[in-house]
């Protein structure tokens, strides 16, 4: 019996340990697609969408090793959560690998243009945000802090702030003819990408304090809706009726 | 500095053999339990003593078994692989090398990693006997660092001047058998500027040379706010022509020692590139205070900023942050790399700080000399466009 919970254990350090190379792997990409976007590096954006082939794989590969593990092994409470986490944290880590290639495709679109000074400057500054909140959120994981994970949705906030700076740099550029209306799309959605990485990043923090404490963000919510509509026992979808 | 690298490597070597052997014995099955004999006990004291020189090698040593799985790691390679951020992408590419060690017995590959401050490691394996494997770790970003700047400088300074010789040939080949008096007049007026500015470049190098030998001889205690006045009024009509404003801010009486004419020329240039990289309406400020026992001369402007990346190497020789618009605006490409050897010969420093878009601050600090004191706190120089 020792052996077997051995094992299951060791399959769960394994797990564990790709989901953070998983993490350390996008982080690093993030900085290097925005060297890629500044520089109109075109051979380095085809390097980084290609890269993401094995991003891919490798979060399939990690996902099916999961379900083995519940499958084999029917884990319960906090192992459980953990195995259902780190299933769902590849999700977000894939989809924010996803993003990374986009802003390289964006670089392809704007190639040849020139970009504001000011634009490149909250760029540069988004990049760095979005990757400081996926490297805290991946410690945050990694040593099981709770606390820590908890403050990643408001250093988010700063990323969504210089989000919206950006977005008004955009039209002050375009209205001073800086930039063409073309390139200003483009980097307007280029900005969403980097918004979006943050968001992930709040997501993964939020299944690590699900792992270590069950805290679950939609909670709130739910006891609303319950105190609204009556209990959630087939009463969910279907609000009463004023007599 | 090839002794300590040979000495280094037959040390690992020794260890690495000796690690070796306590590793198999280690992995002995546990049910031998005799008591060692007196031979065993002193060959395991010396295994000891290797170990704690493997453990002083600033290179990263893994030592894999690759049955098991099972690995023995130094100190250096303890510290540079684990779970934290860029550990990880190590510790990921230490175990790709021992996938590429069983497969093809030996590999390397060198491991960049950019998040924060780039950094190269270079990774090498090697299989051993026993079903084993050896895999090594190196930071080479210094020397990465290095030799990108001896690359770059060569393959820079070699375009710098083929350029201009370049065009005075084509130039000239152009003026032969040409006869109309104004098509002459201008290639004969493009090949002075041309060569002007391969002697700019010429002189640019002579100069450094001389300051990074030290072959400043014109020494003496001055007043550089003084100097101060004269950089800023002689740059006055360039800024008027730009339509910024150029002011000077700080104390009076700022006694250093040192070349006059050198430190003269470092601040023009410092406030030249201001100038030149600042757009319509913007305003450079010179700033000068008496902090402690230094003297801090900061050049700020509002212009295009620098980016991080270029940041970094903004005072290597010919390193150009915006190729074209340098070379239009006449620069050699030496100017900043001028700037920071005539600081280091006055035994101070420089440090950038800039955000694009936002502008960039030099800031110069030198020691006083003895004669310093502030006996005005604000002296203002101001002309607006």
Not at chain 1, 142 to 151: F, L
Not at chain 1, 162 to 184: C, G, N, P, W, Y
Not at chain 2, 22 to 45: H, I, L, Q
Request: proline share 1%; hydrophobic share 40%; charged share 30%.
């Amino acid at each position: 019996m020792d052996e077997i919970r051995k094992s299951f254990h060791n399959d769960l350090d394994s797990v564990r340990a790709e989901i953070i190379r998983l993490g350390a792997s996008l982080t690093e990409s993030i900085p290097r697609a925005t060297a890629v976007l500044l520089s109109g590096d075109l051979e380095g954006a085809d390097y980084l969408v290609q890269a993401d082939d094995e991003f891919d794989g490798r979060s399939a590969e990690l996902e099916a090793s999961c379900f083995e593990i519940l499958a084999l092994q029917s884990p319960v409470a906090t192992d459980l959560r953990q195995l259902i986490s780190i299933i769902k944290i590849t999700g977000e880590l894939e989809r924010s690998a996803d993003l990374v290639v986009n802003i390289c495709k964006a670089a392809r679109r704007i190639y040849g243009h020139d970009v504001d000074p000011m634009l490149r400057g909250v760029i540069s500054k988004m990049s760095e945000q979005a990757q400081n909140l996926f490297a805290a959120t991946m410690e945050a994981f990694e040593q099981n802090d709770s606390a820590k994970a908890a403050a990643i949705d408001d250093m988010d906030s700063y990323l969504d702030s210089l989000h919206r700076q950006f977005i008004q740099q955009i039209f002050e550029s375009h209205s001073k003819t800086k930039i063409d209306l073309q390139v200003a799309v483009q980097l307007a959605v280029v900005a969403r990408f980097y918004e979006r990485i943050g968001d992930h990043a709040v997501n993964v923090s939020e299944k690590t304090r699900f792992i270590v404490t069950g805290w679950v963000r939609e909670r709130g919510g739910i006891e609303r809706y319950k105190a609204r509509v009556g209990d959630m026992t087939g009463e969910l979808l279907r609000p009463k009726q004023e007599s | 500095m090839n002794l300590f690298y040979f000495a280094s490597g037959a040390l690992t070597a020794l260890v690495v053999a000796a690690l070796i052997k306590k590793f198999a014995r280690k992995t002995k099955s546990s049910d031998d339990t005799r008591a060692p004999d007196v031979g065993a006990v002193e060959k395991e004291n010396q295994l000891e003593s290797l170990m704690h020189a493997l453990d002083m090698l600033a290179i990263g040593v893994v030592i894999a078994e690759l049955a098991t799985g099972r690995n023995l790691r130094n100190k250096a390679a303890n510290s540079m692989t684990g779970v934290r951020y860029v550990d990880v992408l190590v510790e990921q590419a230490v175990d790709e090398m021992i996938k590429e060690v069983k497969k093809n017995h030996s590999g390397e590959r060198v491991l960049e990693t950019v998040s924060g401050t780039t950094r190269f490691f270079k990774i090498q394996g090697r299989a051993m006997s026993g079903q084993r494997a050896i895999v090594t770790i190196e930071d080479i970003t210094e020397k990465s660092r290095i030799e990108t700047v001896q690359s770059d400088f060569v393959a820079n300074l070699s375009h710098e001047l083929k350029t201009p010789i370049g065009a005075v040939a084509a130039l000239a080949d152009s003026l032969n058998g040409e006869t109309e008096t104004e098509v002459v007049w201008r290639l004969a007026e493009r090949i002075v500027t041309e060569s002007h500015r391969m002697s700019r470049i010429v002189d640019d190098l002579l100069d450094l040379s001389r300051i990074e030998f030290g072959g400043t001889e014109e020494w003496s205690e001055f007043d550089l706010a003084q100097v101060l006045v004269e950089v800023v009024s002689s740059n006055q009509h360039s800024a008027k022509r730009q339509g910024l404003g150029l002011a000077l801010t700080g104390s009076v009486e700022l006694w250093v020692r040192g070349d006059r004419s050198q430190l003269n020329s470092m601040f023009s240039n410092l406030v030249d590139n201001a100038i030149k990289y600042s757009e319509s309406g913007g305003m450079v400020t010179v700033e000068s205070a008496l902090i402690k026992d230094e003297i801090v001369v900061s050049v700020k402007d509002h212009g295009i900023g620098i980016s991080e990346r270029d940041q970094k190497r903004i005072f290597e020789r010919f390193y150009r942050v915006d190729k074209a618009r340098s070379r239009a605006t006449g620069g050699t490409g030496l100017g900043l790399s001028i700037v920071r050897h005539i600081v280091l010969e006055h035994g101070g420093s420089i440090d950038l700080k800039s955000e694009e878009g936002v502008g960039s601050t030099f800031r110069v600090t030198l020691p006083k000399a003895a004669k310093t004191e502030v006996k005005q706190v604000l002296d203002e120089t101001e002309v607006m466009a």
